[in-house]
């Protein structure tokens, strides 16, 4: 099976590519560096232990595409390509949409003209909204109208698009992963997340302030109704993710229409709990700044992992010291 990373040298693309390798599978990527960096590329084949194609390209250019999926004989798409920062997002609001969506359209049609009919998605929990009960499972409405920011609005968008294409062509398939909060690195130190620029998460962020580069770490409210007033989310393995992906490329093989799967722990941590765990692995400190609320956060989120379990026979196994500590050790050898 031959497969395209869209997005692949980008922190979940390249721990998955990574484990596409290590399988037997032959990639592609697929990534215009927007938020990567090329070096990534070598180090993807070192730790995978095989070679691929790169092409430093967009998904919004449609006659690159065409001219990829000519040269390469695809069997299915792995789109992680997008902007994903939800505070970036409603400040960026229009910039989102024409990436993300209208990325995403202009992949399809080259995979029309290809002959290409699967996709596994690399989608967000951001698609639930404001949590009505939690945990949250796979059946939980994804209600447009009260999702809280564009990223997660344009998440939701693509899955609706993908939904539709399934309807419309009985021969098309596509497996939509709902990822909770992606944090860790490869235990080798040799990749992780770097992302250009200012980050965004709060695994960089905590990083930063942990090695002495930043006096603290801002933490966007502690007036939330959870245990210490601090956001509470499920934070997962970026190595975990990565597995998840390759049970779904098994699990889709010979299948058609539309599957929807979150991946997560099903435990939630604070922002504060983060933090110590921070400071236990590293020895260093981690002091906090509290200010104001972002625009679309809400207070917690966690995840119902039970049917990836059940189905794909996937479940995550690495828990938040060792996603503390391999970031810390990337951190410190990037």
């Not at 933490?219 to 998840?244: E, K, M, S």
Request: charged fraction near 20%; aromatic fraction near 8%; proline fraction near 4%.
């Amino acid at each position: 099976m031959s497969i395209l990373v869209t997005g692949g040298t980008g922190f979940i693309g390249s721990h998955t590519c990574i484990e596409l390798l290590r399988a037997g599978y032959e990639i592609v990527i697929l990534d215009n560096l927007c938020n990567s960096r090329e070096d990534m590329v070598r180090r993807i084949a070192e730790l995978g232990g095989a070679e691929f194609a790169f092409y430093k390209e967009d998904i919004r250019d449609g006659a690159a595409l065409d001219a990829l999926f000519a040269k390469n004989d695809i069997d299915v798409v792995l789109h992680f390509a997008g902007f994903k920062a939800v505070g970036e997002s409603v400040e960026r609001s229009v910039a989102y949409y024409e990436n993300n969506v209208g990325g995403t359209l202009t992949l399809l049609m080259a995979m029309q003209k290809a002959g290409v009919r699967s996709m596994v998605f690399s989608s967000s929990a951001t698609v639930y909204g404001v949590p009505k009960s939690l945990p949250l499972d796979e059946l939980a409405p994804v209600d447009f109208a009260s999702l809280t920011n564009p990223y997660g609005r344009s998440k939701a968008m693509i899955e609706q698009i993908l939904t539709d294409a399934c309807q419309s062509d009985p021969s098309f398939s596509a497996c939509l992963l709902r990822y909770f909060n992606p944090v860790g690195a490869h235990e080798s130190g040799k990749i992780g997340e770097a992302p250009n620029g200012i980050p965004n998460n709060l695994m960089p962020r905590m990083l930063k302030v942990a090695a002495g580069e930043w006096p603290a770490l801002t933490v966007y409210g502690n007036d939330f109704p959870t245990r210490d007033g601090t956001g509470v989310r499920d934070y997962i393995h970026v190595c975990d993710l990565a597995t998840g992906h390759c049970r779904a490329l098994e699990y889709i093989k010979g299948k058609a229409g539309c599957q929807v799967f979150n991946l997560g722990t099903g435990v939630g941590y604070s922002v504060l709990e983060m933090a110590g765990a921070l400071e236990k692995v590293s020895g260093r400190a981690v002091p906090v700044s509290i200010v104001a609320r972002r625009a679309g956060d809400v207070a917690e989120v966690y995840s119902d992992p039970t049917r990836a379990e059940r189905e794909l026979g996937w479940k995550a196994e690495l828990g938040l010291e060792r996603m503390c500590a391999d970031s810390w050790r990337w951190y410190r050898q990037a």
